[in-house]
């Protein structure tokens, strides 16, 4: 059985997480997929200029490690820029520090906690909805939002003992059901939606709610969706 990949300590984010070329639509591109470990590679080496053993102590990895992940990095940017293809930013494994000491925030086990990631609600938990084809977390994710049969609902930090399951109302509208299923999901005090894509006129309304979405990746459960937003796996739409 092959060792886990161990975590890597990053200490900046991704607030941007999609490049591509201008003019370019985005179904006639092939896409690189950079995770945060190698654009943290890359800030430290390329940006901040530190030598490769610093870089490897701040990640917590040895330095042919480090070499190995910088190279990786070096090789897909070098591809997305000569061969025209947009670049992804997501994913890895990796922890998350305080950019400035070193020193991990918390206990440093695991990425950011949710509530540090999202928007918590009122009561400080975040509740996410997941497009989906029925009624469970075990169904497939539904990538169309608007015209998804069911919206599963849960709090970020424990999904097992609080899903429920409400059917999509905006199957009803004979337009906008962009626009209709934001607006239910923001009534039902959703914070991340899980789901292939967002219109603008859906994207307006969620953006106003202070709802994020994030591209689920087709083939997925609605369980398995949750799980790769849980440790960031899936982008931000």
Same mark, same amino acid.
Request: hydrophobic content about 40%.
């Given at each position: !059985? @092959?060792? @886990?990949?161990?975590?890597? #300590?990053? $200490?900046?984010?991704? /607030?941007?997480?999609?490049?591509?070329? =201008?003019?370019?639509?985005?179904?006639?591109l092939?896409?690189?997929?950079?995770?945060?470990?190698?654009?943290?590679? +890359? =800030?430290? *080496?390329?940006?901040?200029?530190?030598?490769?053993?610093?870089?490897?102590?701040? !990640? =917590?990895?040895? &330095?042919?490690?480090?070499?190995?992940?910088l &190279?990786?990095?070096?090789?897909?940017?070098? /591809?997305?820029?000569?061969?025209?293809k947009?670049?992804? +930013?997501?994913?890895?494994?990796?922890?998350?520090?305080?950019?400035?000491?070193?020193?991990?925030?918390?206990?440093? %086990?695991?990425?950011?906690?949710?509530?540090?990631?999202?928007?918590?609600?009122?009561?400080g938990?975040? =509740?996410?909805?997941?497009?989906?084809?029925?009624?469970?977390?075990?169904?497939?994710?539904?990538?169309?939002?608007? #015209?998804?049969?069911?919206?599963?609902?849960?709090?970020?930090?424990?999904?097992?003992?609080?899903?429920?399951?409400h059917?999509?109302? %905006?199957?009803a509208?004979?337009?906008?059901?962009?626009?209709?299923?934001?607006?239910?999901?923001?009534?039902?005090?959703? *914070?991340?939606?899980?789901? $292939?894509?967002?219109? @603008?006129?859906?994207?307006?309304?969620?953006?106003?709610?202070? +709802?994020?979405?994030? %591209?689920? &990746?087709? $083939?997925?459960?609605?369980r398995?969706a949750?799980?790769? #937003? &849980?440790? $960031?796996?899936?982008?931000?739409?």
């Open positions: !059985m @092959p060792r @886990p990949t161990k975590r890597r #300590w990053v $200490g900046c984010g991704a /607030d941007i997480t999609y490049f591509k070329p =201008r003019g370019v639509p985005l179904s006639s092939e896409e690189v997929a950079l995770t945060i470990e190698e654009l943290e590679a +890359i =800030r430290l *080496k390329d940006l901040e200029g530190l030598d490769q053993q610093a870089c490897a102590d701040r !990640m =917590r990895i040895s &330095r042919p490690t480090f070499h190995r992940i &190279r990786a990095a070096h090789a897909k940017i070098a /591809d997305a820029l000569t061969a025209g947009a670049i992804r +930013i997501g994913g890895g494994h990796h922890v998350y520090y305080d950019g400035k000491s070193g020193g991990a925030g918390g206990d440093g %086990a695991g990425d950011l906690s949710i509530r540090e990631r999202e928007n918590p609600g009122e009561d938990h975040v =509740r996410i909805a997941v497009s989906a084809t029925g009624a469970g977390l075990d169904s497939q994710v539904d990538e169309r939002f608007g #015209w998804c049969t069911h919206f599963i609902v849960c709090d970020g930090d424990d999904p097992e003992a609080s899903a429920e399951s059917e999509n109302p %905006a199957l509208s004979l337009s906008g059901a962009g626009i209709a299923a934001a607006q239910f999901v923001d009534g039902l005090g959703v *914070k991340v939606v899980l789901t $292939g894509s967002l219109g @603008p006129s859906a994207a307006r309304v969620t953006d106003a709610a202070g +709802i994020r979405g994030y %591209a689920l &990746r087709t $083939g997925m459960t609605v398995e949750i799980a790769a #937003w &849980r440790v $960031g796996e899936l982008h931000q739409i």
